[in-house]
């Protein structure tokens, strides 16, 4: 391992390529400390500390976990990512309607960079939108210097706009010039920002004497054995695949016989990666706000307490929405990616098909019926994940904030962006006939 970290820095491409990465990546982290005009940066911070655990505050903090911002400090980087990936999705189910963006989807690369550019077009309005309703909801609280209502409001959608556009092409140059995914390292650089945070609110919470009323040594071995055991899981659905065996057909060109080769067609296990978590957790975030705006409205209400509080964070019931929602949009996520007609017509125009089924639609039908039976699984890994934190923290009694980072979308985003990081790095290696991370050449699991 420590050859294979040094060979990484004796290819000179490679080497820049990880430097660039870097120190765009510094660049990211310097906007966290630029805060937008007009606004009590102050209040803003302490309200930020006082509602953790207020609907708001928590559908607050949540944000941040999958967009790089930080809505609680109110910088100009305080959306983050989040309304290109707003964009991306919008885009991305029209792509299932819209008869001219499926069109696109299909024409390749070329296809694939006008999406890109329409994507960049809509997600100016979206952030202008955002940023807009995020202002609002400041001004409502009373965190706006008197006299400077629409002066501020004015600046704070143009900060904010020009700073995530500004995320967005730092994500693109990451993507040219450096090595990974730029959005992905943007959003798994703000989750691991939190960590040291986290880490040090655990540790201020570790009480070691016989009868301590704070986390003891049972609770804190539990949690170091649970994070490994879950870092390991997350690895496994994340690489897990589900081969489908194919035979090349044969054909016979002059005097010599070619095809017949073996391949197979790689079924991710967990097909929608980390968005079936995001789209549940987007969706359970405002029944517990709009439900206790309602139950402060209407006190004496039995009926609105009772929902409110069966919708709380660690209530049984809001786990089982939870994890039913994310059922629901993990199979909705395959269903808009996965296209098992379109598996069919390709492996039929190529001459390939599968043993014992015939081209066509029992070939679709087939590997549909094999891509819903494993989505069951990877769903039902992804709802453990989810609400492992909830658990932890209900029946440990340890802070939420701390707990988030044994599971949920942080853990998810940070396990699937580092391998696929590792990875490209390693491919590079590779290609420049050096060793890879492992004495194999590859990492495991990744190409079995």
Same mark, same amino acid.
């Given at each position: ?22 120190? $765009? ?82 024409? +390749? ?194 009926? $609105? ?41 390709? $492996? ?79 491919? +590079? ?20």
């Amino acid at each position: 391992m420590i050859s294979a970290v040094a060979n990484v820095f004796k290819i000179r491409d490679l080497r820049n390529k990880i430097l660039f990465t870097v120190g $765009l990546l510094m660049i990211y982290r310097v906007g966290f400390h630029i805060t937008c005009p007009g606004i009590n940066y102050m209040a803003v911070t302490a309200s930020g500390e006082s509602q953790d655990d207020s609907p708001v505050g928590k559908a607050v903090q949540y944000m941040q976990i999958f967009t790089g911002g930080r809505l609680d400090t109110c910088t100009v980087f305080g959306l983050g990512v989040m309304p290109y990936i707003t964009a991306s999705i919008i885009l991305m189910l029209l792509g299932e309607v819209v008869p001219s963006i499926r069109k696109l989807r299909q024409e +390749g690369q070329v296809g694939h960079r006008k999406i890109q550019e329409y994507t960049r077009y809509l997600s100016v309005p979206v952030c202008m939108l955002q940023a807009l309703m995020y202002f609002r909801l400041l001004g409502s609280r009373g965190y706006i210097y008197p006299g400077m209502q629409i002066e501020a409001q004015v600046m704070t959608v143009i900060a904010m706009t020009a700073g995530s556009m500004f995320l967005m092409w730092l994500g693109e140059q990451i993507d040219e010039y450096g090595v990974g995914n730029g959005i992905s390292l943007i959003i798994m650089a703000g989750i691991i920002d939190r960590m040291p945070w986290a880490i040090q609110m655990l540790v201020k919470d570790v009480d070691l004497s016989v009868g301590g009323q704070g986390v003891g040594p049972g609770k804190l071995i539990f949690l170091v054995v649970a994070f490994v055991g879950v870092v390991a899981g997350t690895i496994l659905i994340t690489q897990a695949q589900r081969r489908i065996p194919i035979q090349q057909a044969k054909m016979m060109r002059g005097h010599r016989m070619y095809g017949g080769q073996r391949s197979y067609i790689p079924l991710r296990v967990n097909g929608g990666g980390v968005m079936p978590i995001v789209f549940a957790s987007s969706l359970m975030m405002f029944p517990p706000i709009i439900v206790q705006q309602l139950a402060n409205v209407f006190r004496s209400s039995t009926v $609105l307490m009772s929902i409110a509080e069966a919708l709380n964070r660690q209530a049984f019931v809001y786990s089982v929405l939870y994890m039913l929602f994310i059922f629901v949009f993990a199979y909705f996520w395959v269903t808009v990616q996965f296209q098992p007609r379109e598996w069919a017509k390709n $492996l039929r125009d190529s001459g390939s098909f599968i043993p014992g089924l015939r081209p066509g639609k029992r070939t679709a039908d087939y590997i549909e019926m094999v891509m819903l039976r494993i989505t069951y699984y990877g769903a039902a890994f992804l709802a453990v994940i989810a609400v492992i934190p909830t658990m932890v923290a209900g029946w440990l009694g340890i802070r939420w904030q701390v707990a988030t980072f044994l599971g949920g979308t942080g853990l998810l985003i940070v396990v699937s962006v580092s391998l696929d990081l590792v990875q490209k790095i390693e491919a +590079g290696l590779l290609m420049h006939s050096y060793e890879g991370f492992s004495e194999s050449g590859r990492i495991k699991g990744a190409y079995t």
